[in-house]
């Protein structure tokens, strides 16, 4: 059975000092709430990568990073290699943010490279995709979707593939308080699933899990979570509060 993942980017939020807080308040919530199948994954600034991989270990967290160089090592001041990451116990990096495509230009080909680099040093890309507003509007979403994940993973063999998960975050939903409803992240979360199952084969298909992310919330996530396809969540504001984040992470509906 498919994992379920709620994973936190904190993308460039918090000082040190508050980091640890954030960190220390997750931390308790999940060990009160004692032993869940769900995968709590937390995704600080870099910086802040090695603090929370220390308190991994003692906790029920995974640790992710927000990036990942495509290149091996050398010459490239301020990038971040995956043999770095993998030698601090970081065990996602999430890849393919609209953000980073939009900001620094991360194009599907990059991604492609980027992709293999975290599979061939142990972690699992969470690798994120989805439309714009006006690609939605002119009805190209599920083309646009298919395309990014076509050209970004398709080219990996089925072992590695099984690595991935795979977070839908819908450009016009991220940071705008305007949440796909469930309705339409069900229906983009089975096209998903459906394109995987072509390439890949249903067993495999099934065992991939797909994140929804944009503007998930504590008052959201139960819908979205109870979606038969959505099997958990990418939360960025909302991850830096928490309570709502905790609240997150407790909004599958029960088996
Ligand atoms: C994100 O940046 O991955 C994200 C989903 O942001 P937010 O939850 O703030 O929309």
């Known amino acids: 059975m498919r994992k379920k993942i709620v994973a936190g980017n904190w993308k460039m939020n918090l000082t040190f ?19 869940s199948d769900t995968e709590v994954v937390l995704c600080p600034p870099a910086l802040y990568l090695n603090m929370a991989s220390d308190l991994s270990p003692e906790s029920e967290f995974f640790v992710g990073a927000q990036n990942a160089s495509q290149h091996e090592k050398g010459a490239y001041t301020g990038e971040i290699s995956a043999a770095m990451l993998a030698s601090m116990e970081i065990d996602y990096c ?19 490279e980027k992709v293999k680099k975290v599979i ?12 714009l507003l006006e690609e939605r509007e002119a009805g190209s979403h599920f083309e646009v979707v298919k395309n990014q994940i076509e050209k970004a993973l398709f080219d990996l063999e089925n072992a590695a593939f099984m690595d991935v998960v795979i977070a839908y975050e819908p450009v016009w939903a991220i940071g705008t308080g305007r949440t796909a409803s469930p309705e339409q992240a069900q229906e983009m979360h ?26 998930c919330n504590a008052k959201n996530a139960v819908e979205l979570f109870s979606c038969a396809d959505v099997d958990g969540g990418l939360i960025g504001g909302a991850s ?16």
Do not use: Q, W
């Open 17 to 35: 000092s508050e980091a640890e807080e954030l960190l220390s308040a997750i931390v308790d919530g999940i060990s009160e709430k004692g032993k």
């Open 240 to 255: 830096l509060k928490p309570d709502d984040f905790l609240t997150i992470v407790n909004s599958f509906p029960e088996d």
């Open 120 to 131: 061939e040093h142990g972690m699992a890309p969470i690798f994120c995709c989805g439309e």
């Open 190 to 215: 089975a096209f998903i699933r459906k394109t995987i199952t072509e390439r890949y084969g249903k067993e495999i298909a099934d065992s991939t899990s797909l994140l929804y992310g944009g503007s």
């Open 94 to 112: 999430i890849l393919g943010h609209s953000e980073r495509r939009k900001y620094y230009g991360e194009t599907d080909e990059i991604l492609a």
